[in-house]
Nanobody, 124 residues
Framework: QLQLVESGGGLVQPGGSLRLSCAAS????????IGWFRQAPGKEREGVSCISSSGGSTNYADSVKGRFTISRDNAKNTVYLQMHSLKPEDTAVYYCAAVLACRATMSSPSFTSWGQGTQVTVSS
């Protein structure tokens, strides 16, 4: 069974950085594109970034372009989301999920094997 586990969240001050990890168990991550989503209280889930199975193609939501970087290490079966210049509005639970291929629009129903999420709180 495909299972993804997120880690790396925490409390950080505005302007700070965090690196989230999305580790796969039970399957080889290399065969899937992986997306990062986030959901803040009272808001809909938002697609943040997606990386192709090879890592050669990535896309980002406008709200995080230039601040977040998605990457993957298929040998470690892990996808990362490096977040810099964090803002209070980045506060949310961050999830990773698998899809066959990234699309320009990240549609949640297209993704599977959702992890349990990791909380990111940006506050002074």
């Amino acid at each position: 069974q495909l299972q993804l586990v997120e880690s790396g969240g925490g409390l950080v001050q505005p302007g700070g950085s965090l690196r989230l990890s999305c580790a796969a168990s039970g399957f080889t991550l290399g065969g899937y594109a992986i997306g990062w989503f986030r959901q803040a209280p009272g808001k809909e889930r938002e697609g943040v970034s997606c990386i192709s199975s090879s890592g050669g193609s990535t896309n980002y939501a406008d709200s995080v372009k230039g601040r977040f970087t998605i990457s993957r290490d298929n040998a470690k079966n892990t996808v990362y989301l490096q977040m810099h210049s964090l803002k209070p509005e980045d506060t949310a639970v961050y999830y990773c999920a698998a899809v066959l291929a990234c699309r320009a629009t990240m549609s949640s129903p297209s993704f599977t094997s959702w992890g349990q999420g990791t909380q990111v709180t940006v506050s002074s």
